[in-house]
């Protein structure tokens, strides 16, 4: 089972709240009790500053081609590098990382926490997860297991996934394969 995070030299583009995640890895561990901000969260992750932009691919001299394509570029988060994630056509929109985290960032006034943020996919995709309180009790024959409610919050940086929020009862700490 592979996790998919985002590493280079040794480190990851991850960070967790909590007890850590089956693979190990986090770039910081916050404790379970610990409020975690918004910035702090982006930052832990190595999600901040990536300054995705747009450059337009140039076609040679010559040549045809009536559909204007467009490299996704950041800045590499481990050595400030200029990446390219992907090529992607005109109607692709950029959202930055820190867009995608505002939206989460609305929720903590009324009791959520963050939990985890990351890279995967080589910065293709990223994601943060928030715990909502709210636990949900399922009392079956006094068995009484507790349910804790995340929400999701991703985007990718190559057109495959569009801004997306989910509920779940899954601690997202990566994508297995």
């Avoid at 040794?10 to 404790?31: C, M, Q, S, T, Y």
């Avoid at 590499?76 to 992607?88: C, E, M, R, T, Y």
């Amino acid at each position: 089972m592979a996790h998919a995070l985002e590493m280079q030299d040794g480190e990851v583009a991850f960070a967790l709240r909590g007890k850590p995640a089956w693979h190990g890895l986090a770039n910081v561990l916050f404790d379970e009790n610990e409020h975690v901000n918004t910035t702090t969260m982006l930052d832990s992750a190595k999600l901040s500053n990536w300054d995705i932009q747009l450059q337009e691919i140039e076609i040679p001299t010559g040549y045809r081609y009536d559909n204007t394509n467009y490299f996704v570029t950041r800045n590499n988060p481990f050595d400030n590098g200029k990446d390219i994630l992907a090529v992607v056509g005109k109607r692709y929109q950029i959202v930055q990382n820190e867009t995608l985290f505002e939206f989460g960032d609305n929720l903590l006034d009324g009791g959520a926490s963050w939990e985890s943020a990351g890279s995967i996919k080589g910065g293709r995709v990223v994601f943060g997860s928030l715990v909502i309180p709210k636990e949900i009790v399922l009392d079956k024959q006094g068995a009484n297991d507790k349910t804790t409610t995340y929400l999701l919050v991703h985007t990718s940086h190559d057109g495959s996934v569009s801004v997306q929020a989910s509920v779940t009862p899954v601690r997202v700490v990566c994508q297995t394969l």
